[in-house]
């Protein structure tokens, strides 16, 4: 099982640098955990590609397709007291923006403050440095 933050979901339905690294680390382990606003992240990279002209509608539509066939093999964290409180925590401690936060803190609680047990698949640089100062894995 591994934490996915948000941007690394993304190339794993729209082709990016990191997509065919990104679908190998699926390939060998499927279990996909995210925080609850990743597929919503997704939609709004992927309509930003279309309105950008660098995506079809049609693409789009599938890209968006994509998505929820993973989202329904995935585990996500759902937003509560433990989240927000740790979110709290670490925009106090570390450079992040909410989302990052929210995405850090949702992988916080999976891992059962245990961050050392969870791999972290990350593609934001600010969000790699926090994790691994919380003790997360990187893969990046």
């Known amino acids: 099982m591994r934490f996915w933050d948000s941007s690394s979901v993304l190339p794993l339905i729209v082709e990016e640098s990191e997509s065919l690294r990104n679908r190998r680390w699926l390939k060998a382990d499927p279990q996909m955990v995210v925080w609850w606003g990743t597929s919503i992240e997704c939609v709004s990279a992927i309509c930003r590609k279309e309105r950008e002209g660098t995506m079809s509608d049609i693409e789009a539509g599938l890209a968006i397709g994509m998505l929820r066939d993973l989202e329904s093999a995935w585990h996500e964290i759902a937003p509560g007291s433990d989240v927000k409180k740790t979110a709290v925590r670490l925009l106090r401690v570390h450079p992040l923006r909410a989302a990052d936060a929210c995405q850090l ?3 916080l609680v999976v891992a059962e ?4 047990n969870l791999p972290f698949v990350c593609g934001d640089h600010l969000l790699n440095r926090a994790a691994e100062r919380e003790g997360f894995t990187v893969l990046a």
């Open 105 to 107: 803190a949702a992988a």
């Open 113 to 116: 403050r245990a961050p050392e």
